[in-house]
């Protein structure tokens, strides 16, 4: 895993149960940090709350979710795919490609494989995903605002 991934100490089992609504975000670790908190505490009191991936800053995001990839995961979410070789013929792709597109969203955990006599089946276990992008106001120098016509 290279210094930039995720940190995922307890990946779930292949058969765990997830929530029906991925959220892939862009917020500033301390927003991401209250917000995951709050997510606990809702969770421990019963209530379904989304898995949530996110991004500290919006350019990252955008290199991982290209619009191939964002291709990929509509696919797989309408339909699971049998093999990896499957679902390259499904979207016209070389299957190296495809590997290599699902090895980034598996360790981001947007994609999920499941294996089965030998085969590793890519699928998308969330009934929705939303990507949330948020853009902030620089606090620098008003000067770099654009001049209004």
Not at 7 to 31: M, V
Not at 112 to 140: M, Q
């Amino acid at each position: 895993m290279s210094k930039n991934s995720p940190n995922h100490a307890h990946d779930p089992p292949e058969d765990a149960a997830y929530p029906s609504t991925l959220r892939i975000t862009s917020t500033p670790f301390g927003e991401h940090k209250e917000s995951a908190l709050d997510r606990a505490e809702r969770w421990e009191q019963g209530e379904e709350v989304p898995h949530v991936v996110n991004f500290q800053d919006a350019s990252r995001l955008q290199r991982i979710l290209t619009p191939r990839r964002l291709e990929l995961v509509r696919s797989l979410m309408e339909e699971p795919a049998e093999s990896i070789r499957g679902l390259a013929a499904r979207l016209d792709r070389d299957v190296r490609q495809v590997h290599d597109d699902l090895q980034i969203l598996t360790e981001y955990r947007i994609v999920h494989l499941r294996e089965e006599g030998g085969a590793k089946k890519p699928h998308v276990p969330y009934d929705t995903v939303k990507i949330e992008v948020e853009l902030t106001k620089s606090l620098g120098d008003a000067s770099e605002s654009p001049a209004s016509a």
